[in-house]
T-cell receptor
């Protein structure tokens, strides 16, 4: 069992739909990243969460530390949101050299 | 704008040659940088952790003599793929830890093709 699991692996939506991507993890963490990777490969960190909820534009990320679960929501989805979304966790007591653990990623395709 | 710059974005090299990829933090000091590789449709795989002024820590299965990592300053780490082979063709990406903001930033990545 992976330490970080994402669902779904693939997601196809119509433009305008509300999208949810889930991330569950099994280790104690100090923070969780949601990353976006476009087909060209470049990675952007969308959110870093340690508790609660964050919102940026049409993107919302929530985390429940007790349940070891996080969700990324996209409201009013658009074709330009098509990308791979990756959940990554930072371990507790993140010291120099500690490493991120990544989920497998969710391939999102939003059709016009 | 980007706070971690990776160069080159893409490179083609001949088998047997070496190629160097640079990772720079632009507006912060990165005491720790991470190097990853990613094969198509696969997750990022950590290759090594680079700490400024000391030897890199390599993950199991990563040849340290083949993938040379140097982190000589607080803003620059380099990955040199030595004696490259076609199977080294991959997407290489670095990330850098900003201790001041307690977060990490990713470089734009480098596509390496070995022919």
């Amino acid at each position: 069992k992976n330490e970080v699991e994402q669902s779904p692996q693939n997601l196809t939506a119509q433009e305008g739909e509300f999208i949810t991507i889930n991330c569950s993890y099994s280790v104690g963490i100090s923070a969780l990243h949601w990353l976006q990777q476009h087909p060209g490969g470049g990675i952007v960190s969308l959110f870093m969460l340690s508790s609660g909820k964050k919102k940026h534009g049409r993107l919302i990320a929530t985390i429940n530390i007790q349940e070891k679960h996080s969700s990324l929501h996209i409201t009013a989805s658009h074709p330009r949101d098509s990308a791979v979304y990756i959940c990554a966790v930072l371990p507790q007591a993140w010291t120099s050299g500690s490493r991120l653990t990544f989920g497998e990623g969710t391939q999102l395709t939003v059709n016009p | 704008g980007a706070v971690v710059s990776q160069h080159p974005s893409w490179v083609i090299c001949k088998s047997g040659t070496s190629v160097k990829i640079e990772c720079r933090s632009l507006d912060f000091q990165a005491t720790t940088m991470f190097w990853y590789r990613q094969f198509p449709k696969q997750s990022l795989m950590l290759m090594a952790t680079s700490n400024e002024g000391s030897k890199a820590t390599y993950e199991q299965g990563v040849e340290k003599d083949k993938f040379l990592i140097n982190h000589a300053s607080l803003t620059l780490s380099t990955l040199t793929v030595t004696s490259a082979h076609p199977e080294d063709s991959s997407f290489y990406i670095c990330s850098a830890r900003d201790r001041g903001r307690n977060t990490i930033y990713f470089g734009e990545g480098s596509w390496l093709t070995v022919v």
